[in-house]
């Protein structure tokens, strides 16, 4: 019993030593690019395409938000995210400025200031996913000048810094299994991922309608999809699902 403590804290103390380390890299590294540093805040995100699980999250944003992305699986939300998915090359975000006001989450992350910036994308051969998001604090015009004539450095950073990951991951970590269950259910899709996640911190429908700018009608159409994908009875057994398969982090 000792033995297995001593080891839980052996590999807690190397992977919060790494997280310190790879953190200061990421910044030492932007912060050659960037003449203004408090132009800027990063984050590194990996995680697998397959089962969204695990997630790594290496980032200097404020530490409200991070707690908050990493208890409720906002990976599941986040339109940065979800858009990631299908690119190779780094794009802008958000691409029309009119969906800060119109998406839930962005007008979540503009409290922190974190509601524009650029985001970097690496697919590699275990089908993981792996971000490096560099969000525009000031809102700063100079900001995308540097970004785009850095644009094959920040890349390479995120290459390099993914790469250290996995070998961290590999020579400390242990591996981890994925619910079975996970492979059986049918994809949800965005929406449907959105509405899940409002509904499973509490939200009524009419609540739910609100902050997604939906009818009310639409909720409880996705809520029935939701219910028929994960093979399950109601809203509350389709929550409790989700919970078991790990969908919200």
């Avoid at 100079?142 to 995120?158: D, G, T």
Wanted: with cysteine.
């Amino acid at each position: 019993m000792r033995q297995a403590y001593f080891m839980e804290k052996f590999l807690e103390n190397n992977q919060v030593f790494f997280i310190q380390t790879m953190k200061r890299e990421i910044k030492l590294y932007l912060q050659k690019i960037f003449s203004n540093t408090n132009m800027f805040c990063f984050a590194y995100f990996m995680m697998n395409k397959t089962d969204n699980f695990p997630v790594s999250i290496i980032s200097d944003y404020p530490t409200g938000w991070l707690n908050q992305y990493r208890s409720y699986g906002y990976q599941k939300i986040d339109p940065v995210m979800l858009n990631a998915y299908r690119k190779f090359t780094p794009f802008l975000w958000p691409e029309n400025p009119s969906i800060i006001q119109q998406h839930s989450f962005f007008r979540l992350s503009k409290y922190y200031r974190l509601d524009s910036g650029y985001t970097f994308t690496l697919h590699d051969c275990d089908n993981n996913l792996a971000t490096l998001s560099i969000s525009n604090r000031q809102g700063s015009a100079e900001f995308y000048h540097f970004i785009e004539l850095n644009k094959e450095k920040i890349q390479m950073l995120l290459i390099t810094t993914h790469e250290k990951v996995l070998n961290f991951q590999h020579n400390y970590l242990p591996p981890v299994v994925p619910f079975a269950g996970m492979l059986q259910i049918q994809a949800l899709s965005p929406r449907e991922k959105e509405v899940l996640f409002w509904a499973s911190v509490g939200k009524t429908y009419g609540e739910v309608a609100t902050i997604l700018a939906i009818r009310e009608g639409t909720v409880k159409f996705h809520i029935r999809n939701i219910i028929d994908k994960l093979g399950v009875t109601n809203a509350k057994h389709a929550i409790s699902r989700a919970t078991e398969l790990k969908l919200f982090g």
